[in-house]
């Protein structure tokens, strides 16, 4: 089992990183931020037009976004534990689970990000209750 922040993101066919190194690191920066409550190195990784989209609500624009993620989620002591980041398009599909302060899964989650190279422009969330 990786540990909480265990995340290397490789498979026997290679480094599916390497195929979009820039959307690879923003994505890890946003879980190491989110997983810190570095909220103002958050909103600098994020385009000022970036949407989270997900199951049950939609986040327009980046201020709305990280207000929700500081004071508005149910839960702030989690961990995400990255598994595997692969290319997709202009971003990264990552998958992982959300660990509460225990070390429990919350969740498995499918994170797909848009990137333009230099922030992430977009979120598209997808997540499977354990």
């Known amino acids: 089992m990786p540990s909480r922040r265990e995340a290397d993101g490789r498979g026997s066919d290679g480094d599916p990183e390497s195929e979009n190194p820039d959307a690879a690191a923003l994505a890890r920066a946003y879980y190491e931020a989110v997983d810190a409550g570095e909220y103002d190195r958050l909103r600098s990784l994020l385009s000022s037009d970036f949407v989270q989209r997900r199951s049950d609500r939609t986040f327009e624009g980046r201020d709305r976004f990280v207000a929700f993620m500081r004071d508005e989620r149910p839960n702030t002591d989690t961990t995400h534990a990255v598994e ?27 994170d797909v990000f848009d990137s333009d190279g230099e922030t992430l422009t977009a979120l598209e969330t997808y997540a499977a209750e354990s």
Not at 90 to 103: E, I, M, Q, Y
């Open 84 to 110: 595997r980041v692969y290319p997709a398009g202009p971003g990264v599909a990552v998958r992982g689970r959300l660990l509460d302060a225990d070390g429990d899964e919350l969740f498995a989650f499918v």
